[in-house]
């Protein structure tokens, strides 16, 4: 019988979770209902709020005297992250369920954050019409949106709460989906944009072929985070990171910037790596009419209705060749740097909108000087970045930097 926990504040939607506590056990799990509110349950819990209080490292009576709601979401999901994560361990969690608003949301996606990939995590949110990236982060939550206010069960309320039951349910009974039998292979994380694309795949096909399972993130901000996440986790035998297009929107102002620690993780933890400058000729907005005002004039590209694209300035592109070489000069690992001489994304080759040979050249040239008299390789190829030759490069010298027939740095 899968066992589905429930999580949520139970002062102020004890009737809520005792109606999905119902459904559940309608569905055939076995719930365990953990109660994270700091008032009076209007439920009974499996698991009490003092309980998640402890958990917590403090106590339910001082968080009710101090009368700080926002210090008491902070502790009671705090708390209710280390009950799950204990659940989990002793193989009562197959899958979780929370409802809620802004508060509660924020409780139950800190209490899911540590839980395993793959784990079903749902959540029923007010919040979840909106930008959910705080709420998400970089794990597999899956977010429904409540349509209404979570205040009591009507019909449609129900229908909502209980596709959400239904949901977890599924999940849970279904398992882990099965991997390849045995399937021991190292693991390599890559990544990859739209106009890379041919790149990675050439990339990918040789590193499956070498023995690797390769994992491609997307670099749209919350891609690379992921990365980066990973490449600290030390799970990763190495890193092909072939688009680096993140930190162009973080040095000028874009949408999908990884954060200032993009393309620092692997040389932090030693993990090779082989870095290009994929798609740093380009700055990622939404819709034409959202681009900032103090960029008009500046060569724009409609990617599609809802992307974007601005063409990097040489001035932006020798700057973030200095970061990209800064970023390699301070690895702990082996680290290699791949230059494509013919053009960094499909949008930069002649004929297309962003070729600009001079805005390329300043960028090579940083990245050259900024590695010079380093322990970082580097490999300057009269390739266009998209040709097969490119990716499968990378990706063989890779592989001689983690089976150690390549030196380390």
Not at 265 to 285: E, S
């Amino acid at each position: 019988m899968p066992s589905v926990v429930l999580i949520g504040t139970l002062d102020t939607k004890g009737q809520e979770y005792g109606w999905l506590r119902d459904r559940l056990r309608d569905l055939g799990c076995e719930v365990v209902l953990v109660d994270a509110g700091v008032g009076e349950p209007r439920a009974d819990a499996d698991i009490g709020n003092e309980r998640v209080a402890r958990a917590a490292g403090t106590d339910l009576a001082a968080l009710r005297a101090a009368g700080d709601r926002g210090a008491a979401v902070t502790a009671m999901g705090e708390g209710a992250a280390t009950v799950l994560a204990g659940l989990h361990d002793a193989g009562r969690l197959d899958g979780v369920l929370a409802v809620g608003g802004s508060g509660g949301t924020s409780i139950a996606a800190r209490a899911v954050r540590d839980l395993p990939i793959g784990v079903p995590k749902v959540i029923v949110s007010t919040m979840a019409s909106g930008d959910v990236s705080p709420y998400v982060g970089v794990k597999d939550v899956t977010l429904m949106y409540s349509v209404v206010d979570i205040a009591g069960v009507n019909r449609l309320s129900g229908a909502i709460l209980g596709n959400a039951a239904a949901a977890v349910a599924g999940m849970a009974a279904a398992g882990p989906v099965a991997t390849r039998e045995g399937d021991d292979r190292p693991l390599v994380a890559a990544s990859m944009f739209g106009v890379t694309t041919p790149a990675v795949d050439a990339a990918r096909e040789r590193l499956d072929e070498l023995g690797y399972e390769v994992l491609v993130f997307h670099a749209t901000g919350s891609g690379g985070r992921a990365l980066e996440g990973l490449a600290a986790s030390g799970l990763l035998a190495g890193v092909l990171d072939l688009t680096t297009t993140e930190l162009a929107d973080d040095l000028v102002g874009g949408v999908l910037s990884a954060g200032p620690e993009r393309l620092t993780a692997a040389g932090a933890n030693g993990v090779p790596q082989v870095v290009a400058p994929g798609a740093l000729d380009m700055v990622n907005f939404g819709p034409r009419d959202t681009v900032p005002p103090r960029f008009e004039g500046r060569l724009l590209y409609v990617h599609n209705p809802t992307v974007t694209l601005m063409r990097t300035t040489a001035e932006e592109m020798r700057e973030l060749g200095r970061r990209v070489a800064a970023r390699l000069r301070d690895a702990t690992g082996p680290a290699a740097l791949f230059v494509p001489r013919r053009g960094v994304s499909a949008l930069d080759a002649p004929t297309a909108a962003f070729y600009d040979q001079q805005a390329d050249a300043a960028c090579f040239e940083a990245l050259a000087d900024g590695v010079r008299d380093s322990r970082v390789t580097v490999d300057e190829l009269d390739l266009h970045i998209n040709d097969p030759g490119f990716g499968r490069t990378m990706a063989d010298r890779l592989h001689r930097m983690i089976s150690g027939s390549e030196g380390a740095p």
